[in-house]
């Protein structure tokens, strides 16, 4: 276990797709009498403890009561509505986590009127699989201990990144909407095999497959992938016939400007 867990509580507030997987990976790395999870469905909340083994709450000033961290995994229309019940019941020493998307620290700390530790974490939807991308942006309440067991929490969903809340639209753009980009992607080298005349399932699995791989290449080699790139595309072959057909529909560029304009929605949804 690591050793950053071992003396802590979580609580998880909000019990969708993804507070249901952090509790659910929590529970395999830490104790489930250390986690605590609350809905307002209440039946969803007693599905998940019976489960994972985690404790279920039936209201916000139990779990503040009882948890060290507490994430709010809510959407983020709801997001203010929580901190403000929270607000005159939150404990001085407990770190309060949003991955509500949009949402800033400064927006969490003058709903609660009040100076205190707030993590922004910017998940994605692989996080489900064990294999996401999160973004943390601590507030400068934030000491480094208490970041470093947000770091290790969020650990257990994937990859972290400790980065500039500045940076969190852009992070929306790339690692956020990034899942979608992927897969219309793998669904178009899919749909390619298909008229090449590869059945569907065999296709399917060849462009997953393929994208797996080579992004595993590229962050365990640490190389460019324009470096492995070459290494792949010998002189007048099939490789960079392909590369010339995307590049000659502009692909780069427009995976460059959907990034672009994820980030500039971004902004504009924080800004609400």
């Known amino acids: 276990m ?13 019990l969708g797709n993804m507070g249901s997987a952090i509790v659910r990976r929590l529970s395999n790395t830490m104790p489930g009498d250390n986690i605590f999870g609350f809905d307002i469905d209440e039946e969803k909340t007693t599905r998940l403890a019976s489960s994972s083994g985690i404790h279920p709450i039936t209201n916000l000033t139990e779990i503040t009561e009882k948890c060290d961290y507490i994430i709010l995994a ?5 997001i203010t509505g929580v901190t403000t019940e929270l607000k005159d019941i939150l404990k001085p020493h407990t770190v309060l986590i949003s991955i509500a998307a949009g949402i800033s620290n400064a927006v969490i700390e003058s709903s609660l009127n009040k100076k205190h530790k707030i993590l922004r974490c910017m998940p994605n939807t692989p996080s489900l699989v064990g294999e996401g991308m999160l973004v943390l942006s ?4 934030m000491d480094e201990k208490s970041i ?16 500039p809340e500045k940076m969190m639209d852009a992070v929306t ?3 956020g909407s990034g899942p979608a980009y992927v897969f219309t ?3 178009a080298m899919a749909d390619g095999a298909v008229r090449m005349g ?7 699995t060849l462009a997953t497959q393929t994208v797996y791989g080579a992004a595993k290449m590229v962050l365990e080699t640490g190389e460019d992938p324009i470096v492995l790139r070459g290494k792949v595309t010998s002189p007048g072959g099939t490789t960079i016939e392909g590369v010339f057909e995307l590049e000659d529909a502009g692909f780069s560029g427009t995976v460059m400007r959907a990034i672009e304009s994820a980030t500039i929605k971004s902004r504009q949804l924080g800004a609400r």
Do not use: W, Y
């Open 198 to 204: 590869i059945p569907r399932n065999e296709a399917l």
């Open 185 to 187: 992607m793998i669904n």
């Open 138 to 141: 601590p507030n400068a309440e």
């Open 74 to 78: 809510v959407k983020p229309d709801m």
């Open 2 to 14: 690591t050793q950053s867990l071992k003396s802590i509580t979580v609580g998880c507030v909000g």
């Open 148 to 163: 470093n067991v947000a770091h290790a929490i969020f650990s257990v969903l994937g990859k972290v990144l400790i980065l």
């Open 173 to 175: 753009g790339v690692s």
